[in-house]
């Protein structure tokens, strides 16, 4: 059962303060104000928006238009105007494109202890980057056991039993050229109904485990064109340690390929049989061209398939 973890105010200024310049004015006492809950059900089209007051976001942003709409208030309505807006208790108010706050808002919001920003990006800039924020924050998370990496420019999980080899792959992927993004336990979440995006627990970020060298800090060691942030899962690889005489019952023409539910949703996964004098490195390479050639509506085995069926035909012609 999920655990219910808290997105406070404090959690969206820290993640949004350099991208947006936010100047945080007012308030300072209540960053620990709840946007929203990872388990309460909280879409992040509904908690922030522009000035509401019938419908109070959670995030009440303050742009050019609004702001011209309380000037043209009379004081007295315009002071009842905003007693509405800090009675509603948002979690925090932002004041786009730069917009200097009067001593009237900033003190109703001193003294409510509404945290208030201002940012110089445009009231839509900062919509989207507020969503943005809340979707990824709210998505559905899981944690998987594997390896995950860009190869070839697909987000793949390379997944399989421990000490099955898959950091020592991940090392040889990352000499050829891969980026990684996550070893050991990369985060999941599904943050659109056809996307899963993975990325690395902040404590593991560009570190790799490989056995016989311990702990290996694969930026420094092969530089930032090594190391990917985040990526969307589109195949997951899984290791699979075989005898020969369990390698002669994989399918010569087809392979191994089916779906892994992840999120709910389904990932195509492809088997890849770990035996003495394979070299894994270009057969996983060799999946991930195979699985986009197959996303354009190609198969190799089909089409030999057809060759063959026609082969046939021919033969029992001349016959």
Request: with cysteine; proline share 5%.
């Amino acid at each position: 059962m999920p655990q219910e973890k808290n997105i406070s105010i404090q959690d969206v200024y820290r993640s949004l303060e350099h991208r947006l310049s936010l100047n945080w004015i007012a308030g300072l006492e209540s960053g620990h104000r709840i946007v929203a809950s990872k388990v309460g059900g909280e879409r992040a089209d509904t908690l922030a928006g522009t000035l509401n007051y019938i419908h109070p976001n959670r995030l009440q942003v303050i742009g050019q238009m609004e702001l011209d709409y309380l000037n043209d208030m009379s004081e007295i309505a315009r002071h009842d105007a905003l007693k509405r807006l800090f009675n509603a208790l948002p979690a925090a108010v932002f004041l786009s494109n730069d917009l200097d706050p009067d001593d009237q808002l900033i003190n109703m919001a001193q003294d409510s202890q509404t945290p208030l920003m201002m940012t110089p990006v445009s009231d839509t800039q900062l919509l989207a980057h507020l969503r943005y924020f809340l979707t990824l924050e709210l998505a559905e998370h899981t944690s998987i056991h594997g390896v995950f990496m860009e190869v070839l420019g697909m987000g793949v999980l390379l997944a399989g039993d421990p000490a099955i080899g898959k950091s020592e792959l991940a090392l040889e992927l990352i000499n050829r050229g891969s980026r990684l993004i996550a070893d050991d336990a990369p985060e999941f979440s599904r943050i659109a109904p056809d996307i899963i995006d993975g990325k690395c627990p902040p404590l593991l970020q560009d570190f790799l485990e490989v056995r016989g060298l311990g702990i290996i800090n694969v930026r420094k060691m092969y530089g930032d064109s090594a190391i990917k942030r985040n990526k969307y899962l589109r195949l997951i690889i899984k290791l699979e340690r075989m005898n020969s005489e369990t390698l002669s019952t994989v399918n010569r023409l087809t392979g191994t390929h089916a779906s892994a539910p992840i999120l709910g949703l389904d990932i195509p996964q492809v088997t890849v049989p770990v035996a003495p004098g394979r070299n894994l490195a270009i057969l996983i390479e060799a999946a991930v061209r195979n699985h986009i050639m197959r996303l354009k509506g190609y198969d190799a085995s089909a089409d030999f398939i057809e060759r063959q069926r026609r082969a046939i035909e021919k033969q029992t012609r001349k016959s």
